[in-house]
T-cell receptor
């Protein structure tokens, strides 16, 4: 199993450009998440999904959109990139059941710079 | 006030020594607690869950103090490979319910030869 994969690993965008960060998991997990990690800060939840076709906002959703058409894929769309979106983006997945540890497995991250 | 606060460190530890550090959380209703490990420029990985009575996993011991709202991690016989940032993670709900995780900014540990 590859686990959680993310592409691209690095990207530089100009202000106002758009892009999609790809995330795929092959563990048949029901939950998927997008986080951003800024220097000196904890991970912040952008969006999450509890299953195909269902998404919901996290703490910092502004400027982002997501979709979950399949169990495996959870792309994150940035529209009109701004310097404040410069960050490291992590996708994660977990298989949640009641009374489970609900371990989240993270992808390797995408380092995004907006200039 | 941050929901989960950690001393950023770094904690510089000689190889073989013991290091311990805490994390405080603001939501007294928090039910589930974890330590994740994050190596430099890598993704976070679950190190261990923290149980009410405290628990060990090899050289790692985690404790929970609900009254003072903090959790701790102790690393015994430190190895060079323990050098990493340790993220304190808190969830408001019990394991019976799904809930979002709240991440601390991490405590950096550097183990020196």
């Amino acid at each position: 199993n590859a686990g959680v994969t993310q592409t691209p690993k690095f990207r530089i965008l100009k202000i106002g450009q758009s892009m999609t960060l790809q995330c795929t998991q092959d563990m048949n997990h029901n939950y998927m998440y997008w986080y951003r990690q800024d220097p000196g800060m904890g991970l912040k939840l952008i969006y999450y999904s509890v299953g195909a076709g269902i998404t919901d906002k996290g703490e910092v959703p502004n400027g982002y959109n997501v979709s979950r058409s399949t169990t495996e894929d959870f792309p994150l769309r940035l529209e009109l990139a701004a310097p404040s979106q410069t960050s490291v983006y992590f996708c994660a997945s977990s298989y949640w059941l009641p009374r489970s540890t609900d371990t989240q497995y993270f992808g390797p991250g995408t380092r995004l710079t907006v200039l | 006030r941050k929901e989960v606060e950690q001393d950023p460190g770094p904690f510089n530890v000689p190889e073989g020594a013991t290091v311990a550090f805490n994390c405080t959380y603001s939501n007294s209703a928090s039910q589930s607690f974890f330590w994740y490990r994050q190596d430099c420029r890598k993704e976070p990985k679950l190190l261990m869950s923290v149980y009410s009575s405290g628990n060990e996993d090899g050289r790692f011991t985690a404790q929970l103090n609900r009254a003072s709202q903090y959790i701790s991690l102790l690393i015994r016989d430190s190895k060079l490979s323990d050098s990493a940032t340790y993220l304190c993670v808190v969830k408001g709900e019990s394991t019976d319910s799904w809930g979002k995780l709240q991440f601390g900014a991490g405590t950096q540990v550097v183990v020196t030869p």
